[in-house]
């Protein structure tokens, strides 16, 4: 299962924070423990490597591997068995100032299945296959077309990224009749089919090569985007990889915002479809059901000593500190958090409001 907002955030911080520690000598260990193994083999490996370090030639160095290693023996101890996803298991002496120690020891369950086995001892700490968990996992491809202009997209997240745009100069009807008509008709035709062979091509350069597309949604008003994808010739590759064809009025950027808004019926996994639905239904309750929600730090302070709070809504663009004294409240008094984004229309309202929302158990 994907990482939510409020795991993404997390997995943020603890990155941040461990990105800048690093030791004056080779002494800070990191180990990885990948999900499903037996945490008893971690545990008798690094009783081993306690061995191995009593010949590192630095008394110094020595002594603070050999500490961080008891640190991390006695955390792997203490475990009846390797939690769901994996752990991080992080120690050593951070410290900047040479014959002062300042240690730190630390175990880190990820919000996703760690699959790498790793020891290391050195200046800083291993954390690389915990970033790649913050990278985008699916992106879709956005093709918006009429017979006047096309533009073309990327969903990334919960982020809609406009590509290009290409107006067609294809002209249109005449009102006149007879032969004169039949022959422009047939040049517009021509000019027709030349442009959707052209924004065909500039997808396959755009999206062939992206190694996480999952898909690709196709829109437009009329019957375009139907002539589009049958005289476009487009690569069987992509023309695999559509999953949507909606109907819609633009071929603009307002269309990219349109064809996602109407495919959540095929992104209903995707994360900004989940915020979308979340903040329609906080603004539907705020107007119909005010009393059922609160918004502000005042207002739902309040709902959170009265136990009222269901879903606690926070915004990523929130202070730190704002941030982390809501999210301490609301896990003491176990109440789920949704944090939501800026990246979106109703994220960026939602903060404009407050940043700070709730949808409540009872009124109050």
């Avoid at 020595?62 to 992080?90: H, S, Y």
């Avoid at 730190?104 to 699959?115: C, D, K, R, V």
């Avoid at 809504?313 to 202070?319: D, E, P």
């Amino acid at each position: 299962m994907a990482m939510n907002e409020s795991e993404r955030t997390n997995l943020e911080e603890f990155l941040e924070r461990m990105s800048n520690y690093r030791a004056r000598h080779t002494e800070l260990i990191t180990v990885l423990v990948p999900a499903g193994f037996d945490i008893n083999l971690i545990t008798k490996q690094l009783e081993s490597e306690k061995s191995t370090a009593s010949n590192i030639k630095s008394t110094s160095t020595k002594k603070k591997v050999i500490e961080a290693l008891e640190n991390l023996i006695r955390i792997t101890k203490g475990m009846k068995q390797t939690p769901e996803n994996g752990v991080g298991l992080f120690s050593g002496n951070i410290s900047q100032i040479e014959g002062k120690d300042e240690f730190i020891t630390e175990a880190f369950e990820p919000p996703e299945a760690l699959n790498l086995r790793l020891y290391r001892c050195d200046q800083t700490f291993v954390i690389d296959p915990l970033e790649e968990m913050l990278e985008i996992k699916e992106v879709y491809g956005l093709i918006v077309i009429d017979r006047k202009e096309a533009t073309l997209g990327l969903l990334i997240g919960k982020k809609i990224k406009k590509l290009s745009h290409f107006d067609s100069f294809v002209p249109g009807k005449t009102t006149k009749g007879g032969q004169s008509s039949a022959r422009y008709g047939r040049i517009r035709e021509g000019m027709a089919k030349e442009f959707f062979r052209k924004i065909a091509e500039i997808a396959k350069k755009e999206f062939y090569s992206l190694p996480k597309l999952k898909g690709i949604l196709v829109g437009g008003p009329g019957p375009a985007k139907e002539e589009f994808l049958k005289e476009g010739n487009m690569i069987t590759a992509l023309q695999e990889k559509i999953i949507g064809i909606k109907d819609i009025g633009y071929a603009d950027s307002h269309g990219l915002d349109l064809l996602v808004e109407l495919s959540e019926d095929l992104l209903s996994e995707q994360e900004i479809t989940k915020e979308r639905k979340l903040l329609d239904n906080f603004f539907n309750m705020l107007g119909k059901q005010k009393d059922k929600t609160a918004y502000g730090i005042e207002a739902v302070n309040k709902a959170l000593e009265f136990g009222a709070v269901d879903i606690l809504l926070l915004s990523k663009k929130l202070k730190k500190s704002e941030y982390k004294n809501f999210e301490k409240r609301a896990k003491e008094t176990s109440v789920k958090i949704e944090v939501v984004s800026a990246e979106t229309e109703e994220g960026e309202q939602f903060y404009n409001l407050g940043g700070i929302g709730a949808i409540l158990r009872f009124k109050i």
